[in-house]
């Protein structure tokens, strides 16, 4: 890996999109420049004056002592960043619901089953905030029927008698919706099955509860109660434009947010403190069910650690890991950054490179038709190359959309093959206990083309060096 080079690292001998060639340093070769005092010399001025030459973004760095613009002023324009987004429309929705059936007419079923959560909220508009989970289900019911020789989805929502008119309230797309209501001395089920327009197998979402599937297959001798099959799960993994809209929106503020934190943290600052600004300015954002992961030095070796409310130190980098949700639909990045006052040991700054290297690999090989245990295996490749594959320790990525970890995974062993409108997440990291941990994390979606997009490209994307996030 080379010097810090116009605001990047480098990463290869070989020019790419955004660094220059330059020779290549290798960790076998450092004990001459730790050995020749002016070599090093020459080398920290060097590395200094890219620094200091390199333009920064919009979001300066500035010491405490330092007057500062206030936060809440920092957060005004990414509080309007996704001002103009909508939710997915009404007829959006009609349409899934339609898909849906199509698919259950074709199968000779009579029923899709979901509770809420991320398959109700797809099919419709109900999520598990707006009606928790308890033992008294509230079930979508989607069956699919015959009008005028077209296949039309009917959809009938199972609700507690006390709750019907908190369930009424409910936005469920769809013309015509039905309630069934049960009484407390009634079995829910058999009230289920007799609301749908014939009696048969029936679908359930991959998530329902066990207790709903033996209520509703004891409910009726002679019917099956199965998993919903690939072919309908996959309606939720490819993502139609208007969801990748909201996608990326949501990922983009997610790295202003990020960098906007950045610009207020200083040498002596706690994770807590870092922690609460993320939570502040991603709901600043516009983002809801928000979540912030902030790791200084040592305890960022643990990939998914709680921390120690460490404070800050100058050898340390900094790990953040955050997103939140955009009508439904999440985001998820992770940065590894230093401040202007830190001093990293240069090799943490070249374990970051390694990291870095490995998401470009990776993301270079996703496209349409590649299976994804693939993508898995060029990050690997790119560090094994580098002597660190030994501390990648989890899969590259996961799904993403209406839930923050969602199918398909970009992990080894696995056979899914990646198509259009596929979402993922790119998270290489190098994680050796008791020192240091990386991580850098984009998410990105499968075009027209077949070719990997960033959702941040609109925000310039990935991590451009330690420095700038």
Same mark, same amino acid.
């Given at each position: 890996?080379?010097?810090?080079?116009? +605001?990047?690292?480098?990463?290869?001998?070989?020019?790419?999109?955004?660094?220059?060639?330059?020779?290549?340093?290798?960790?076998?070769?450092?004990?001459?420049?730790?050995?020749?005092?002016?070599?090093?010399?020459?080398?920290?001025?060097?590395?200094?004056?890219?620094?200091?030459?390199?333009?920064?973004?919009?979001?300066?760095?500035?010491?405490?002592?330092?007057?500062?613009?206030?936060?809440?002023?920092?957060?005004?324009?990414?509080?309007?960043?996704?001002?103009?987004?909508?939710?997915?429309?009404?007829?959006?929705?009609?349409?899934?619901?339609?898909?849906?059936?199509?698919?259950?007419?074709?199968?000779?079923?009579?029923?899709?089953?979901?509770?809420?959560?991320?398959?109700?909220?797809?099919?419709?508009?109900?999520?598990?905030?707006?009606?928790?989970?308890?033992?008294?289900?509230?079930?979508?019911?989607?069956?699919?029927?015959?009008?005028? *020789?077209?296949?039309?989805?009917?959809?009938?929502?199972?609700?507690?008698?006390?709750?019907?008119?908190?369930?009424?309230?409910?936005?469920?797309?769809?013309?015509?919706?039905?309630?069934?209501?049960?009484?407390?001395?009634?079995?829910?089920?058999?009230?289920?099955?007799?609301?749908?327009?014939?009696? *048969?197998?029936?679908?359930?979402?991959?998530?329902?509860?066990?207790?709903?599937?033996?209520?509703?297959?004891?409910?009726?001798?002679?019917?099956?109660?199965?998993?919903?099959?690939?072919?309908?799960?996959?309606?939720?993994?490819?993502?139609?434009?208007?969801?990748?809209?909201?996608?990326?929106?949501?990922?983009?503020?997610?790295?202003?947010?990020?960098?906007?934190?950045?610009?207020?943290?200083?040498?002596?600052?706690?994770?807590?403190?870092?922690?609460?600004?993320?939570?502040?300015?991603?709901?600043?954002?516009?983002?809801?069910?928000?979540?912030?992961?902030?790791?200084?030095?040592?305890?960022?070796?643990?990939?998914?650690?709680?921390?120690?409310?460490?404070?800050?130190?100058?050898?340390?980098?900094?790990?953040?890991?955050? +997103?939140?949700?955009?009508?439904?639909?999440?985001?998820?990045?992770?940065?590894?950054?230093?401040?202007?006052?830190?001093?990293?040991?240069?090799?943490?700054?070249?374990?970051?490179?390694?990291?870095?290297?490995?998401?470009?690999?990776?993301?270079?090989?996703?496209?349409?038709?590649?299976?994804?245990?693939?993508?898995?295996?060029?990050?690997?490749?790119?560090?094994?190359i580098r002597g660190v594959e030994q501390f990648f320790t989890h899969r590259l990525g996961h799904g993403i959309g209406l839930?923050?970890?969602?199918?398909?995974?970009?992990?080894?062993?696995?056979?899914?093959?990646?198509?259009?409108?596929?979402?993922?997440?790119?998270?290489? +990291?190098?994680?050796?206990?008791?020192?240091?941990?990386?991580?850098?994390?984009?998410?990105?979606?499968?075009?027209?083309?077949?070719?990997?997009?960033?959702?941040?490209?609109?925000?310039?994307?990935?991590?451009?060096?330690?420095?700038?996030?």
């Amino acid at each position: 890996m080379g010097q810090l080079e116009n +605001g990047c690292v480098s990463t290869s001998v070989d020019k790419d999109d955004n660094c220059n060639p330059t020779p290549q340093i290798r960790r076998k070769d450092w004990h001459y420049f730790v050995t020749v005092p002016k070599i090093l010399a020459v080398f920290l001025a060097l590395f200094i004056t890219v620094l200091v030459l390199v333009p920064p973004y919009s979001f300066h760095l500035v010491h405490p002592s330092t007057t500062k613009q206030p936060f809440s002023e920092a957060l005004s324009p990414i509080s309007t960043h996704c001002a103009s987004a909508n939710p997915i429309t009404s007829s959006e929705f009609r349409q899934r619901q339609k898909h849906l059936a199509r698919i259950l007419h074709d199968n000779n079923i009579v029923a899709y089953i979901a509770e809420p959560g991320a398959n109700a909220l797809f099919f419709g508009n109900i999520s598990g905030s707006s009606w928790g989970l308890s033992e008294r289900p509230l079930l979508l019911m989607v069956s699919p029927v015959l009008k005028h *020789g077209e296949v039309e989805a009917k959809i009938t929502i199972l609700t507690p008698a006390f709750e019907e008119t908190r369930a009424r309230l409910l936005t469920i797309p769809g013309s015509g919706v039905t309630y069934a209501a049960w009484p407390e001395d009634a079995n829910p089920y058999s009230i289920a099955i007799q609301s749908l327009p014939e009696i *048969g197998n029936i679908y359930v979402d991959e998530n329902i509860r066990h207790f709903i599937v033996d209520g509703l297959q004891q409910a009726v001798l002679g019917i099956q109660v199965t998993s919903a099959p690939a072919e309908i799960v996959q309606l939720r993994e490819r993502k139609s434009q208007t969801e990748l809209e909201l996608m990326k929106c949501a990922n983009e503020v997610t790295l202003l947010a990020i960098r906007a934190v950045q610009a207020q943290m200083y040498i002596g600052i706690r994770e807590s403190q870092v922690r609460r600004m993320m939570e502040k300015a991603l709901s600043a954002a516009g983002l809801t069910e928000t979540f912030a992961l902030v790791l200084f030095g040592e305890n960022a070796a643990l990939p998914h650690g709680s921390g120690s409310d460490r404070v800050l130190d100058t050898s340390d980098f900094v790990l953040i890991d955050c +997103g939140g949700a955009l009508f439904g639909y999440n985001s998820d990045v992770t940065r590894t950054f230093m401040l202007e006052d830190s001093s990293i040991p240069m090799d943490h700054v070249l374990y970051w490179g390694d990291v870095h290297a490995a998401q470009r690999a990776a993301y270079d090989a996703a496209k349409a038709g590649v299976v994804t245990a693939e993508v898995d295996a060029s990050a690997r490749s790119s560090l094994r190359i580098r002597g660190v594959e030994q501390f990648f320790t989890h899969r590259l990525g996961h799904g993403i959309g209406l839930e923050g970890h969602e199918t398909p995974y970009l992990r080894g062993g696995s056979n899914d093959i990646i198509q259009t409108g596929h979402t993922f997440s790119n998270e290489p +990291g190098v994680y050796i206990e008791g020192k240091v941990g990386v991580r850098l994390e984009d998410c990105f979606y499968i075009d027209k083309q077949g070719d990997a997009v960033y959702f941040t490209e609109g925000v310039g994307g990935p991590s451009r060096s330690p420095l700038y996030p």
